[in-house]
């Protein structure tokens, strides 16, 4: 049995796939995007994240801390450095101040927490979701996942950045029902600066689901200045156009909560993106469905 990073279980979602889901975020991710969402995805190792918010002053977490990695006069303040996630600050905090984020979990744990809202997927024709972070950077831990699924006659969806080997990606999109694929920017150089990666395996994956006539999705991220420039949307619109059909494409609203997950996680976030914009997003609506493009909504 297979066991894997998982640091989020968000239940009774409703932007992740059809019907009611339960979304399963596995830890770790080969990109870098600079509006990552989720910053505590990135990493695939336990992270601490600190609220300095609820703090109650209580000072358990120095007495219980065997680093002395707690500040002992400011004890919302903590030397990562010597912090070894051992949890047991955040066991004690009796304000849940510390938490740590990511943990290991069997194939078999995982299953048994999604398998608790199967009443909810039967009505609505649901399910569950497995995104990050980039799951296939588990990929055995996820086609474990997925096989269960299978077996149990549960919807499966994966919400990929689709930046995978090819042989890996194709084996979890025929065990998945339906694959959710990020597309943020076409232009190799911008895809470079702003994710950190080589945009071309992703556009040569997302061509191998089409050839194969894959239940598939497109979601753009749409991020002022950056992926909703005529530039990138012409760009994707070419490649979409150059598909054996045309999919759907999903938009997604920029927002900001990145900025304070890092801050907590003791990330650099002295990065700025422009505050996202209706107007924005309503543009990229009007590019697509103006050249015939379905534009789908998260479900």
């Not at 596995?26 to 695939?44: F, V, Y």
């Not at 012409?234 to 997604?252: A, K, T």
Request: glycine share 8%; proline share 6%; with cysteine.
């Amino acid at each position: 049995m297979n066991s894997g990073m998982v640091f989020q279980f968000k239940r009774y979602s409703i932007h992740d796939g059809p019907g009611i889901r339960t979304t399963v975020f596995l830890k770790g991710c080969p990109l870098s995007c600079t509006w990552c969402h989720n910053p505590e995805s990135c990493s695939i190792e336990p992270q601490l994240a600190l609220f300095p918010s609820r703090c109650i002053g209580c000072f358990t977490c120095v007495d219980v801390c065997p680093e002395d990695a707690v500040d002992p006069v400011n004890p919302v303040l903590t030397d990562r450095e010597k912090c070894a996630l051992c949890g047991m600050c955040a066991e004690s905090c009796p304000s849940a101040a510390r938490e740590i984020i990511g943990g290991m979990m069997s194939s078999s744990e995982v299953i048994d927490i999604v398998e608790r809202d199967l009443p909810f997927y039967t009505e609505s024709d649901g399910g569950v979701t497995f995104s990050g972070g980039e799951p296939l950077l588990q990929f055995s831990f996820l086609v474990e996942l997925l096989r269960i699924c299978r077996s149990r006659g549960i919807h499966s969806a994966v919400d990929t950045s689709c930046h995978a080997p090819g042989d890996e990606f194709m084996q979890v999109a025929e065990l998945s029902d339906l694959m959710l694929c990020d597309i943020k920017l076409v232009d190799e150089t911008d895809m470079m600066h702003y994710a950190g990666v080589s945009g071309k395996l992703i556009l040569e994956n997302i061509r191998l689901l089409a050839e194969k006539e894959m239940n598939f999705k497109l979601r753009l991220p749409v991020i002022p200045r950056i992926t909703d420039t005529d530039k990138n949307l012409n760009g994707i619109l070419e490649f979409i156009d150059s598909l054996p059909f045309r999919p759907e494409i999903v938009l997604l609203p920029y927002h900001d909560a990145w900025i304070e997950k890092c801050s907590r996680l003791g990330m650099d976030c002295s990065h700025s993106i422009a505050e996202y914009s209706c107007s924005g997003i309503e543009s990229a609506v009007d590019f697509f469905t103006g050249a015939g493009v379905t534009v789908g909504s998260e479900r």
